[in-house]
């Protein structure tokens, strides 16, 4: 560890981003993974082979590994008719068993930490994390994510203050497996001290609110995310990262929410109510004229030197992301987050494209289905050289972290081929809804809301869906959106015709249950403009982590439907 990276009394290394030796090697290793990167496009299917062999050598004498006849595959054939496809459910006993601490189940070496990922259940899965899996999977895209912020906005490192690292969220007593071993988001985890990289920690991690000064009790998100926000408040924030957007699109109204409590706690000099630094009665002054002179309070107003965010901008954030982007300020420019999931990477923006990213050739064996079939252990998959631009495909990945053929729930979009690897954007969950043979997937939804927002000239700020059993005459689709400003009958009626028709191309199942009359025309139900934020918070004050608050399009369970719009289906 150097002179600049410092363990606190808790536990966790604490960067110094002023150092300007740790900022040269911290620029240094993120451009020379891009570099990496980059270099294997020139063989990926070379990488594929070599990404193999590495994970079957290495866990062959595992008890998945033997079973599987590890040492004898020798091509991904071989390895295709030795694993089936699978879930996490298939690879849940393994794991549990890792996670009591019996040793070489899944992998040779022992994860060191355990990421949580919330299952479609809602429980909690446990994601093994090997040292081995993060040098060699984890490492080399993460550090090449950040390539493209640091490299056109540098002046976002030039002060610990300037990046709003929503995300970053450390726990000093996390939650552990039955072996001892910390079970918590990958945004938890220190990899300093875990993994011996303190490089590795994220920009905005060295801000004054990265550790908060004041004692929050264990699940208070929500007032972890006010006490951050009065802090930033004072600063020049040129970032925001998010990953997750909805936490992105939160953020504006939880400056106008907290507005009141801010200004008084920096007039009084108070964080959380407890002394914090000297009174400000000047600087609250000014943001009170700042928010009488606009009318409202936007992060534009209150940081004006916003350059960048970062985070997801593809699936549902597609629909509301360009009027979130003013309230950042219209010059600000939304990276995409990395395709990936707690289990593993797919895809890295290497350069500035506004939703895709180049499939990760060096960290995992790739594989794809067809989103419009269902996955079975035998389904015939693609590799990455045969997937075709314009379509959307379920993800299959392994790696030596103990993964193998694991479909991650996750459906993604070629937007074409460049450098030899598939270029990638997230499309949405592969979850469907299906009451009368429509099999309607997220991408296909929101692909469908985008073209009737499109032929309107209309906005809105979130959409989600469930199918009405209880409309009058058929089964049909209700559509609760929050618009931008208010939709007038005759626009309303002219978006819901459009948005029929798009799903009806999007889907043969629609068009087919809309024609044989098992599904009714769908429905619209505005919602204020605010509502879905409004719903993220909520959920936030429940004590759900907000990493984990995402946007869900989706909404049959009625308690769900009924928290988002006030109506509790009838029964």
């Not at 270099?39 to 082979?49: G, K, L, N, S, V």
Request: charged content about 25%.
């Amino acid at each position: 560890m150097s002179s600049t990276e410092a363990a606190t009394a808790d536990g966790p290394t604490v960067p110094d981003w002023t150092d300007p030796d740790r900022l040269r090697r911290y620029r240094d290793r993120v451009f020379t993974e891009r570099r990496r990167l980059r270099a294997a496009f020139a063989d990926p299917e070379a990488e594929q082979r070599r990404v193999l062999a590495d994970l079957l050598e290495f866990n062959a004498r595992t008890e998945y590994g033997t079973r599987h006849g590890f040492d004898r595959v020798r091509t991904l054939d071989d390895y295709r008719k030795a694993v089936p496809l699978q879930t996490y459910d298939d690879l849940a006993p393994y794991i549990e068993r890792a996670a009591a601490g019996e040793r070489d189940v899944l992998t040779a070496d022992r994860p060191a930490v355990f990421f949580t990922s919330s299952g479609s259940t809602g429980a909690h899965k446990k994601i093994p994390v090997t040292p081995r899996f993060m040098r060699t999977t984890f490492f080399p895209f993460y550090y090449a994510a950040w390539a493209p912020l640091i490299e056109h906005f540098p002046d976002v490192l030039a002060d610990p203050a300037a990046v709003l690292n929503l995300k970053h969220d450390p726990v000093t007593a996390p939650p552990t497996t039955a072996s001892g071993r910390p079970h918590v988001g990958a945004s938890q985890v220190d990899f300093g001290t875990f993994f011996g990289e303190p490089l590795s920690a994220e920009p905005g991690t060295g801000a004054p609110w990265a550790t908060l000064p004041v004692p929050v009790e264990a699940g208070e998100h929500a007032e972890k995310m006010y006490l951050r926000l009065r802090l930033a408040v004072e600063h020049d924030v040129r970032c925001v990262i998010g990953i997750n957007p909805a936490m992105v699109a939160a953020l504006p109204y939880q400056l106008r929410l907290w507005w009141p409590r801010i200004v008084k706690e920096i007039r009084d000099g108070t964080l959380g109510g407890l002394p914090h630094g000297s009174p400000n009665p000047e600087r609250a002054a000014g943001l009170e004229r700042l928010a009488a002179r606009h009318g409202t309070v936007r992060p534009a107003h209150i940081w004006p030197r916003m350059r960048a965010l970062f985070c997801w901008t593809t699936a549902a954030a597609s629909l509301y992301l360009p009027r979130l982007r003013e309230e950042y300020g219209v010059h600000v420019t939304a990276l995409p987050a990395p395709v990936a999931a707690s289990e593993g990477p797919v895809a890295v923006a290497l350069d500035r494209h506004p939703t895709a990213g180049s499939l990760v050739a060096t960290a995992a064996v790739h594989e794809f289905v067809d989103a419009d079939e269902d996955l079975a252990p035998d389904s015939a998959t693609l590799r990455p050289h045969e997937l075709e631009p314009g379509r959307d495909y379920h993800v299959v990945f392994s790696h030596v972290g103990g993964l193998y053929r694991y479909a991650v729930g996750d459906v993604v979009r070629v937007v074409d081929h460049l450098d030899g690897v598939p270029r990638l954007e997230y499309a949405g969950r592969a979850t469907r809804s299906d009451h009368a043979g429509e099999r309607l997937r997220d991408a296909q939804v929101i692909r469908s809301l985008d073209a009737a927002l499109r032929a309107t000239g209309l906005e809105l700020r979130g959409a989600s869906c469930r199918v009405d059993e209880q409309a009058r005459g058929p089964a049909a689709y209700e559509f609760a959106v929050a618009p931008l400003t208010p939709w007038s009958r005759e626009e309303t009626d002219r978006f819901t015709g459009l948005l029929d028709q798009a799903l009806g191309r999007e889907s043969v199942g629609y068009r087919t249950a809309r024609a044989r009359g098992l599904l009714g025309a769908p429905a619209l139900l505005p919602l204020p403009e605010d509502a879905f934020q409004r719903d993220w918070q909520a959920r936030v004050d429940g004590g759900v982590r907000p990493t984990q608050v995402k946007d869900r399009l989706f909404r049959q369970d009625p308690g769900q439907w009924a928290a988002l719009t006030g109506r509790t289906p009838t029964a």
